[in-house]
């Protein structure tokens, strides 16, 4: 089974910042994908950034960019001049084969992060 | 426009009642899921559909049921049974199979069980 860690359950950084937020998972799964989703106060989940496990390049969208450590199996995600409509909580994804020919997201807990003016 | 439409936003019900939440998705994607999130604990996989009129269970799937009749609808109702149904709910949708498929949520339907 796969599992995915966040273990900062909040943190803050001020405007025009940067702050990193991390996430940890264990598989042994060689080709899967991972997310880093966003969860602002409407409560809509909004896909911020993927990663293909497949590809050493780090993606990044925007001020958004992740830091992956496939040995390390370590997903952080790096956010460059922080903004106010940053403030949410953000959920580390991992997608993997998971039997019965299905493959489903496994969250992590979530990071609540907020920015303050 | 394309999207995932959950409704209601919010639902109240007594202890006892089974109730049913709607999601509907015009994206024509073959797969949907229903998830539940509490404060702290991410969120956790009720059910899910690869393909009409079929379905599997998820981690927490006790208590819940589901049905896939048509393509674009996947109706999660919450039983009696459900000890402590009180939650919030997430319907998403993807294209298929396959580690790449990005998920697409609905806005959530907020429900309380007094």
């Known amino acids: 089974a796969q599992t995915v860690t966040q273990s900062q359950p909040e943190m803050s950084v001020q405007e025009a910042e940067t702050v990193t937020l991390s996430c940890t998972y264990d598989t042994s799964e060689s080709n899967y994908y991972l997310f880093w989703y966003k969860q602002p106060p409407s409560r809509q989940m909004i896909l911020v950034i993927r990663q293909e496990a497949y590809k050493q390049q780090n993606a990044t969208e925007n001020r958004f960019s992740v830091n992956f450590q496939k040995a390390a199996k370590s997903f952080s995600l790096k956010i460059s001049d922080s903004q106010l409509g940053d403030t949410a909580m953000y959920f580390c994804a991992f997608s993997a084969y998971s039997g019965a020919g299905s493959y489903q997201l496994t969250f992590g807990k979530g990071t609540k992060l907020s920015v303050i003016p | 426009d394309g999207g995932i439409t959950q409704s209601p936003k919010y639902l109240f019900r007594k202890e006892g009642q089974n109730v049913t939440l709607s999601c509907e998705q015009n994206?024509?994607?073959?797969?949907m899921y229903w998830y539940r999130q509490d404060p702290g604990q991410g969120l956790r996989l009720i059910y899910y559909s690869q393909i009409v009129n079929d379905f599997q269970k998820g981690d927490i799937a006790e208590g819940y049921s589901v049905s896939r009749e048509k393509k674009e609808s996947f109706p999660l109702t919450v039983t009696s049974a459900q000890k402590n149904p009180t939650a919030f709910y997430l319907c998403?949708?993807?294209?298929?199979?396959?580690?790449?498929?990005?998920?697409?949520f609905g806005p959530g339907t907020r429900l309380t069980v007094t």
């Open positions: 998403a949708s993807s294209m298929g199979q396959g580690p790449q498929g990005e998920q697409y």
């Open positions: 994206l024509n994607h073959d797969a």
